[in-house]
């Protein structure tokens, strides 16, 4: 790591474009992400990249799947409502097998809803939130200095696997300020050959056409098979999550992002009160950790799950602890963040539900 910044997240994460050599921007402001706009349009541009303000979100991420058809690192951003007009594209781009970034700085919803923080798209980002039988890799960080690492590593996964990545961030994270470390990083050292691009045709060889539609039901079945196999690899090498004191913990709780942050203080409090509590933060929502849960719900009394929303990602930490534990839910919504002690204090409810079932067995 070398040079030390204070930034705010929306910013080290554009600054962190520019070092991965990304050529090219494309995007509509929308609070609370505006600063990567804002950030590229005159760092990017001083720097060689090209930055495009598009007319709508709708624009901004059919340009990026003209950008990365011609073989260039590309990439978006928006928040929640901007994510939502961006699906049918990123469905498009997903076929298409065309790598890039999308990265998502979370608001409060439904709707318009609040320029808040919130994790109320955990839904639209990890089960494909356009049509059809599509997956898109998720990173999900939980600091500022995440918000800049995962870009490096994003672009590298998207140009890996032909894919495009969703980085799923939220407000806070977006706009708070911490110390940064950039880590040293030549693009060079990461180009991948892309000889399905479209960068004129040369010599005799076979004319590349980049498309998603497949008229012929035999042709569509076999690209999604070969789309499947591709999210079978992903999970199978790519799957990513922290571990914060679980190898004694009875009680467990999940969180990601920001949540994960407030989760791990309150971790810490009920550790200072006797309760044997750990955190484990999925750090890749697609692929999801289910079996480092699964493993963990076989040690703890219970499990709790922390989300900035009503209830998204409990539904997979229920299927990856598939009744061998009980599971209960705390969460905060429309952009209201939950402080450490109100996780305790739904931990502690668990435990004393957890001792009065104990006492009835016996």
């Known amino acids: ?200 045709k040369p010599g005799t060889r076979e004319r590349n056409i980049i498309t998603s539609l497949h008229i012929e039901p035999e042709k569509m079945e076999q690209i999604n098979l070969h789309l499947q196999e591709k999210y079978r690899l992903i999970a199978e090498n790519e799957t990513r999550c922290e571990h914060f004191h679980t190898e004694d913990a009875e009680y467990l709780i999940v969180a990601y992002g920001l949540a994960a942050r407030i989760a791990k203080g309150a971790v810490e409090m009920a550790r200072a009160a006797g309760i044997k509590a750990g955190l484990l933060r999925p750090v890749t929502l697609f692929p999801y950790p289910t079996a480092a849960i699964r493993r963990l719900a076989d040690m703890v009394r219970g499990v709790l799950v922390v989300e900035m929303n009503a209830g998204q990602m409990v539904e997979d930490v229920r299927l990856a602890v598939e009744g061998r534990v009980q599971v209960r839910f705390y969460g905060r919504m429309g952009g209201v963040i939950p402080a450490p002690d109100e996780v305790l204090g739904a931990l502690e409810e668990m435990v004393k539900e957890h001792a009065a079932q104990h006492e009835e067995v016996y």
């Open 1 to 200: 790591m070398s040079d030390l910044r204070l930034m705010k997240g929306n910013e080290a994460l554009a600054e962190a474009a520019i070092r991965a050599g990304c050529k090219g921007y494309f995007g509509y402001p929308i609070t609370p992400q505006s600063e990567i706009l804002e950030y590229l349009a005159l760092e990017g541009r001083s720097r060689g990249m090209v930055v495009l303000q598009a007319e709508s979100e709708v624009a901004a991420i059919n340009m990026v799947y003209g950008g990365s058809g011609a073989g260039a690192r590309v990439m978006t951003s928006s928040s929640s409502p901007g994510i939502s007009l961006m699906q049918e594209g990123l469905s498009y781009i997903a076929c298409a097998e065309l790598p890039c970034l999308v990265v998502n700085v979370n608001r409060g919803g439904p709707g318009l809803g609040t320029i808040q923080p919130s994790q109320g798209d955990y839904f639209q980002s990890v089960k494909g939130g356009g049509h059809g039988d599509y997956r898109l890799l998720v990173l999900a960080p939980s600091s500022v200095q995440e918000m800049a690492d995962f870009v490096f590593d994003a672009f590298d996964l998207a140009d890996k696997y032909r894919t495009p990545v969703l980085m799923l961030a939220d407000g806070a994270l977006g706009q708070m300020m911490e110390k940064v470390a950039f880590r040293e990083y030549n693009p060079a050292d990461h180009v991948v050959a892309k000889p399905w691009a479209t960068t004129g």
